[in-house]
């Protein structure tokens, strides 16, 4: 989406922030690199000194880490759990995000308690939370996985500010012509806000298809282990010997970025028409 | 007056049914969570025996006999400490890429890449990339005659906390990017004209328009910078182990360690508490420190 | 309004599925197994279950297995909510922790009972897990800590034997060391550094556990020795730094001239060294015959709901069919008496050096160090090797190190 550069005559040369970004992009692109490539060399990876590229590539690191371990279903049970939150995520989250558009009485109340929320740590709250799920009965199953994840604070702002930002005309409008509230948000809101929704899909994708220490502790047998815990565990099997842990990690992080790279069109999308909205 | 008050309990309901199924989240996993830990933390209990009350005694053991207590403070401030200088980073480039530069989305999309990465798979990477062996920075730093032999990074009580903070950094840059790139997005660009026609220098207009406006985003920043030090709990898992000896231990390493590597749920408790009240300092100050009222969030 | 119907029926549901469904491990005839990083033996284990299950009709194993530092955290959680697994296979001093906290069934009545089973076990294995009198684990596989030397190194260095003495060890130490090569590694967690201070008559404290008394000026000799071997490079740093991975893979290169780790390293090194052979090779004892052993046990979580089930598994995990098999497949001493006879006959056959390797294991098992039987180990633990570990790599002299170790100890027995 490449456009020509349209700069005002007299305003400073573009070279310079290409090359800035030229330097920035290959150092935050090299870390992935190396992996890649050790993920490919069929020498000893511990040999001094490292080569830049791989030497002798293979891709037999990969067919390896497939026939290793349930690679197939571990990526199920991340895809399901993921799917699970982003999709409950939404519904909550904007209803709540909506709500707050609202002025009610102890508004003020709410928001305060939703941003101290913010502040509580997952890692404290592992044994209550532990021992509610399983009082729910969900232990170790997908739903349990993904429940503490189906709401989040920062979203449901994110959502609020997205709605406030509707013009109040609109809506008025729509509560004149007789339409319910939720219909109000979904037939008018929802569609104004598709940065909003992609914030929050890219968000809560994220920090579900990453969790690591509440699957850990809510998923007993092996069968429901999620990606994650499948890397995890494949440090223990092959601590350290080849170039198939690298490998694990490249194909453990593909999904994710696949899904992520096609999600960010819009997010993008998003933000640049906000900049033409001046 | 009926039809006022009839619309009104509507409203009120409404809010409630849509706020619902949120505050329920919010209360199973969090408040309720933090509750036990209030109360946990005044008693001495093990899963096997019963609570037994006892005041403040972990917090004064905490204060007054805790050496790793102090450490882990100690690195988490650091830790915390170092966000401003990513935000600053962050800042630039996203000024950098906020223009009519052919390929913005591109830098914009490889910045961003690190940041929907599984934070195990981060350590990984980064454990690799400062291997002596077979590392990249080792290699660069060799090949180039800088050092004559391989440093061990991750196991250097000097070295390890700033290369952790390191590895986290390049992960959440691409974060910070994108929330200050929605606020620049969101200055009105009549502002700019404005001051140019008036002749206003460029770091003028920056520090001018510019900062002021993105209160409400570096506020944003900074508060995730603060809770950055939570989610980094896995990177710390996988590269360290808050080792070596208590270096690149930090609060929530040290509750976890605390509640399942010593047994003691108690006084993980009381140390999750005083981090709870901690956060909630800092959080206060940079809200003072951005200008008060948390920008957009209140209004 | 339907949001409300949608949160009814919901509550509705929860109720449902508490009283409906039936928590984990609490059905009838079924018995959790949770073992330490086993998973490498996913398809025996899985086939001794089915063994077990097929003479009693109606029974269930569920099987578990957790890598080390997952295992407490697990554990805990399971233990909080009341629904602990029935056998565990838990490593030496973190089974005297859970027995310290109650969490584990005293075995001495049964053990009493059948003293035919109590008679299987090797007892100075057996007695690793005696926590103020009572029994509370019995040995599933164990191991304890040799001194692996390189007899190239030695050779190349003039001497002929291994060391008999502590400045024996440093004195071939350094003179092994060279421009790539190290003199003496050592493996540090678990306490497995004990024997050099034990060798020198240093002791972690008293007999009764509740005084420490290793800040004596012998004491600070010994560290002092340690920490300029260390510079100087007569002792590999890695000692101090690396855990399992990184020293045994520097001593299979070949460029260490002794290495002090227990039996399973020689497996472990012997796939990573095609250097090793009977020739170039030694396994002897450390100077004194000190040793620190690192073994599994098994237990019974005192929240077993089916204990006697539980005990019968232990039995028939550790008879002697079922372990001669496990000592087969994982290359392991059990901890059984006529299992690991059988184990040995058959290294002595087949692989000389290893058989070498594995009759250390059960000699001078009176000479067992490093194993406190302390309730709170991991936290003693805490309190000395980071100050240890900072006066082997120069951080701190050896005087101040000692210090706060006995500061930091003390502060633990006290609130133990």
Not at chain 1, 55 to 82: C, E, G, K, Q
Not at chain 2, 20 to 28: D, E, M, T, V, Y
Not at chain 2, 134 to 146: A, T
Not at chain 2, 237 to 244: E, H, K
Request: one cysteine or more.
């Amino acid at each position: 989406m490449a456009r020509p550069s349209r700069r005002p005559p007299g305003s400073p040369p573009h070279w310079p922030r290409h090359a800035i970004m030229i330097v920035v992009s290959f150092l935050m692109l090299i870390p992935f690199y190396w992996v890649v490539k050790t993920s490919l060399t069929g020498e000893n990876i511990y040999a001094y000194p490292p080569r830049i590229v791989p030497v002798d590539p293979h891709l037999f690191n990969y067919v390896d880490v497939w026939y290793m371990i349930p690679f197939a279903r571990y990526l199920l049970n991340s895809v399901i759990v993921t799917a699970m939150a982003i999709a409950g995520s939404l519904l909550f989250n904007v209803a709540a995000g909506y709500a707050l558009t609202k002025h009610f009485p102890g508004r003020r109340w709410v928001v305060m308690l939703l941003l101290s929320c913010m502040l509580i740590p997952f890692q404290a709250t592992i044994i209550p939370a532990y021992l509610i799920t399983s009082w729910l009965g969900v232990l170790d199953t997908w739903l349990g996985v993904a429940l503490p994840l189906l709401s989040t604070i920062i979203c449901i702002f994110v959502f609020k500010a997205s709605f406030e930002a509707v013009p109040r005309s609109l809506i008025d409008a729509a509560r004149v012509d007789g339409l319910s509230e939720w219909r109000i948000v979904t037939r008018i809101l929802l569609p104004l806000s598709k940065s909003a929704i992609a914030t929050n899909v890219i968000l809560t994708f994220i920090w579900s298809w990453n969790a690591f220490l509440w699957p850990l502790i809510a998923i007993r047998t092996p069968e429901m282990q999620t990606l994650p815990l499948g890397l995890a565990r494949f440090l223990s099997v092959m601590e350290d010997t080849t170039g198939a842990l690298y490998a694990f990690v490249v194909l453990v992080l593909i999904p994710g970025l696949a899904i992520f790279l096609m999600a960010q069109k819009e997010f993008i999308r998003g933000l640049t028409s906000g900049a033409t909205k001046g | 007056m009926t039809w006022f008050r009839r619309k009104r309990t509507r409203e009120a309901a409404l809010v409630v049914c849509f706020l619902l199924p949120s505050l329920a989240i919010f209360f199973l996993y969090r408040i309720l969570p933090l509750g036990w830990n209030a109360w946990l933390s005044v008693h001495a209990w093990s899963p096997l025996k019963a609570a037994q009350f006892i005041g403040l005694e972990h917090y004064e053991e905490m204060l007054l006999d805790d050496d790793v207590f102090w450490q882990a403070l100690a690195n988490t401030l650091i830790f915390i400490a170092c966000s401003p200088i990513a935000i600053a980073a962050a800042l630039g480039i996203a000024l950098l890429v906020n223009s009519d530069l052919r390929g913005a989305a591109v830098y914009r999309t490889i910045v961003f890449l690190s940041y929907p990465l599984m934070t195990v798979a981060v350590g990984i990477i980064w454990r690799w990339l400062y291997d002596e062996r077979g590392g990249f920075i080792n290699y660069v730093l060799r090949s180039s005659g800088l050092i004559d032999q391989p440093v061990k990074f991750l196991q250097s009580f000097d070295w390890a906390l700033p290369c952790v903070i390191l590895a986290d950094f390049w992960q959440v840059l691409g974060f910070y990017m994108i929330i200050l790139l929605t606020g620049l997005q969101s200055i009105p660009q009549h502002l700019y004209e404005a001051a140019r026609v008036d002749g206003v220098p460029a770091t003028a207009r920056f520090l001018r328009i510019t900062l002021p406006l993105l209160r409400p985003s570096i506020f944003l920043c900074i508060v995730v910078g603060i809770l950055n030090s939570f989610t980094s709990f896995d990177l710390i898992y996988v590269m360290t182990n808050g080792g070596p000896g208590h270096a690149t231990e930090l609060l929530i390493t040290y509750i976890y360690k605390a509640g399942f590597g010593q047994t003691r749920f108690d006084y993980a408790a009381a140390l999750t508490v005083v981090q709870f009240l901690l956060l909630v300092v800092l959080t206060v100050i940079a809200n003072r420190l951005s200008g008060g009222n948390a920008g957009s969030l209140e209004r | 309004m339907q949001r409300r119907q949608l949160l009814k029926s919901t509550a509705a549901f929860s109720a449902a599925s508490v009283l409906g469904a039936p928590a984990i491990a609490q059905a009838p005839k079924k018995i959790t197994f949770l073992t330490w990083n086993l998973v490498h033996l996913e398809a025996p284990l899985k086939g001794w279950i089915a063994g077990f299950i097929k003479s009693r009709p109606g029974v269930e194993v569920e099987w578990v297995d957790k890598k080390g530092p997952e295992l407490p955290a697990y554990y805990q959680t399971q233990l909080a909510a009341s629904t602990p697994p029935d056998v565990i296979d838990i490593q030496g001093a973190l089974g005297l922790e859970y027995a310290a906290q109650g969490a584990l069934l005293d075995l001495t009545p049964r053990l009493g009972a059948e003293a035919a089973v109590k008679a299987r076990y090797e007892p100075a294995y057996l007695s690793n897990w005696v926590f103020e009198d009572k029994n509370y684990m019995v040995p599933y596989y164990v191991s304890k800590t040799l001194l692996f030397w390189n007899k190239t190194r030695f050779k190349e260095a003039g001497i002929a034997q291994p060391p008999a003495s502590f400045d024996d060890i440093l004195a071939a130490a350094d003179k092994i060391k060279g421009a790539e090569k190290t003199g003496f590694l050592t493996l540090n967690f678990d306490w497995l550094y004990w024997p050099l201070m034990q060798m020198n008559g240093v002791d972690l404290l008293t007999p009764d556990l509740k005084k420490a008394t290793f800040n004596t000026p012998k004491a600070a000799e010994v560290i002092t020795k340690l920490a300029e071997a260390t510079k100087s490079g007569a002792i590999n740093p890695i000692s101090w730094t690396g855990r399992w991975v990184e020293p045994n893979d520097a001593f299979a290169t070949g460029n260490v001239g002794m290495l002090h780790a227990h039996a399973p390293a020689f497996f472990w090194i012997k796939g990573k060294g095609p250097w090793i052979n009977g020739d170039t090779l030694g396994a002897a004892q450390m100077p004194g015959n000190w040793a620190t052993p690192n073994s599994h046990g098994l237990g019974i979580s005192k929240g077993s709901k089916n204990p006697d089930l539980a005990w019968d598994f232990v039995k028939y995990l550790t008879d002697v069919e079922v372990a001669t098999a496990f000592a087969k497949i994982a290359s392991v001493l059990t901890g059984s008496k006529e299992v690991d006879k059988a184990q040995l006959a058959r290294f002595q056959k087949d692989d000389p050096l290893a058989f070498q390797v594995l009759s250390t294991q059960l000699e001078h098992t009176d000479k067992m160090c490093g194993n406190w039987r302390l309730g709170n180990d991991s936290r003693v633990k805490d309190g000395f090797w980071p100050e240890f570990q900072s006066a082997m790599l120069g951080r701190k002299d050896a005087k101040t190190a000692l210090g706060d170790a006995e500061r930091r100890v003390s502060r633990e027995l006290r609130r133990a």
